[in-house]
Nanobody, 115 residues
Framework: QVQLVESGGGLVQPGGSLRLSCAASGFTISRYAMSWYRQAPGKERELVARITSTGSTDYADSVKGRFTISRDNAKNTVYLQMNSLKPEETAVYYC?????????WGQGTQVTVSS
């Protein structure tokens, strides 16, 4: 069955870095577009970054130059490298895939940016 399992969240200081992982099972990530979303308290879930099956990437304007989405096909894992983190980026971060006509979400991982 399709499953996305996120990890790597935690508490970091402003200006710090964090690397999130999304381990996929039940499908091959290289065949599909994969995305990272985040949802802060009281806010709507927003798209942060996307990587297509051909390797093209897109980012929200607010994270361009600081975040990098990538994948390791051998490990069937998608990553989100986050640098220069800001307190307002505290949120639950989710991995998303659209596989065989269905949308799948990971359970989410909490990222807290605070001094």
């Amino acid at each position: 069955q399709v499953q996305l399992v996120e990890s790597g969240g935690g508490l970091v200081q402003p200006g710090g870095s964090l690397r999130l992982s999304c381990a996929a099972s039940g499908f091959t990530i290289s065949r599909y577009a994969m995305s990272w979303y985040r949802q802060a308290p009281g806010k709507e879930r927003e798209l942060v970054a996307r990587i297509t099956s051909t390797g093209s990437t897109d980012y929200a304007d607010s994270v361009k130059g600081r975040f990098t989405i990538s994948r390791d096909n051998a490990k069937n894992t998608v990553y989100l490298q986050m640098n220069s983190l800001k307190p307002e980026e505290t949120a639950v971060y989710y991995c998303k895939g659209n596989i065989w006509g269905r949308v799948y979400w990971g359970q989410g991982t909490q990222v807290t940016v605070s001094s």
